[in-house]
């Protein structure tokens, strides 16, 4: 079945404790990516990998960072996490380059940082 | 970059009913319209997408509209029943060359008995 895992799926951390959500898919996809939802501002794109060991930023990539060393996997760290983290995050990957592709998104991660 | 603008950001309609939810956009380079349906604690899928060269596209009881010109596009769904109250996010793209899909700020779709 084609998926696309994230976790945990919720989590409440403390600020400043370093934390790394991890995603896995198993599509062979070559893009991946990672959003935030809050209410009232939709998904918000904070950073996406167009292949393995390219990364670049989203809309809002400042207070994260990511990798890409396999293909599968593309996790979500959070070196000093802080409240304004606080939010719903969806791991997602696609076949190719181009927007026109069917993005699949994980079940998502609630994150809560106190 | 790319600016999607969703309207409304609430939508309550008798079941049965039809549903509009409506998206405007800046970039005239964008060629692909998404819908994506997001019912409550899941995950966002694609419902129904649109590309340029196509003013319209029906699904069933879900339909959407394209405007080049006028740069928006519309979200129609007919005959509305309960299972269709969700979040729905519209979003905007290049198709092949740039990767960034800009997603508008959701619908929140209640449909009442």
């Known amino acids: 079945e084609a998926q696309v895992t994230q976790n945990p799926r919720y989590l409440i951390t403390v600020t400043g404790k370093k934390l790394t959500v991890t995603c896995s898919q198993n599509?062979?996809?070559?893009?991946m990516s990672w959003y935030r939802q809050d209410p009232g501002l939709g998904l918000r794109q904070i950073y996406y990998?167009?292949?393995?060991?390219?990364?670049d930023k989203g809309d809002v990539p400042e207070g994260y960072k990511v990798s890409r060393k396999e293909k599968r996997n593309f996790p979500l760290i959070l070196e000093s996490p802080s409240p304004n983290q606080t939010s719903l995050y969806f791991c997602?990957?696609?076949?190719?380059?181009?927007?026109?592709?069917?993005?699949?998104f994980g079940e998502g991660s609630w994150l809560t940082v106190v | 970059g790319e600016n999607v603008e969703q309207h409304p950001s609430t939508l309550s309609v008798q079941e049965g009913d039809s549903a509009v939810i409506k998206c405007t956009y800046s970039?005239?380079?964008?060629?692909?319209f998404p819908w994506y349906k997001q019912e409550l604690g899941k995950r966002p899928q694609l419902i129904i997408d649109?590309?340029?060269?196509?003013g319209e596209k029906k699904d069933q009881r879900i339909a959407v509209t394209l405007n080049k010109t006028a740069k928006h596009f519309s979200l129609h769904i007919t005959e509305t029943q309960p299972e269709d109250s969700a979040v729905y996010f519209c979003?905007?793209?290049?198709?092949?060359?740039?990767?960034?899909?800009?997603f508008g700020t959701g619908t929140q779709l209640k449909v009442e008995l």
């Open positions: 990998s167009m292949n393995v060991e390219v990364t």
């Open positions: 979003a905007a793209g290049v198709t092949g060359g740039g990767n960034k899909l800009t």
């Open positions: 599509m062979n996809h070559e893009y």
């Open positions: 997602a990957s696609k076949i190719g380059q181009g927007a026109g592709n069917t993005i699949y």
């Open positions: 649109i590309r340029s060269n196509v």
């Open positions: 970039d005239s380079a964008s060629n692909y």
